[in-house]
């Protein structure tokens, strides 16, 4: 983390128009994600109206959250295959 935002953060105020909005707080990524593609465009407005999130419009961000479940669905695991010992 940046030692200026360290050095001059404060808590915002009660109601503050800086702070997340219930939708998003305490979520994960994956959490948050999952959310954002059950979103249709009325609860997409209702719950980032005067927001600049609206500026991403619902396609943006449901594109953004496939990516973040893309990135953090677990791998498949490959099988090492050992070579076969020769006698020499």
Do not use: H, Y
């Not at 503050?16 to 959310?35: E, N």
């Not at 496939?66 to 076969?84: D, F, G, H």
């Amino acid at each position: 983390m940046c030692p200026w935002n360290v050095k001059f953060s404060q808590e915002l105020a009660e109601g503050s128009p800086f702070a997340a909005r219930q939708f998003i707080v305490g979520k994960d990524a994956v959490t948050l994600a999952t959310d954002i593609l059950a979103l249709d465009q009325e609860q997409f407005s209702a719950v980032f109206r005067k927001s600049p999130m609206k500026r991403a419009k619902l396609a943006g961000l449901r594109r953004n959250a496939a990516v973040v479940l893309a990135n953090t669905r677990p791998t498949e695991t490959t099988e090492t295959t050992e070579t076969p010992e020769t006698n020499a």
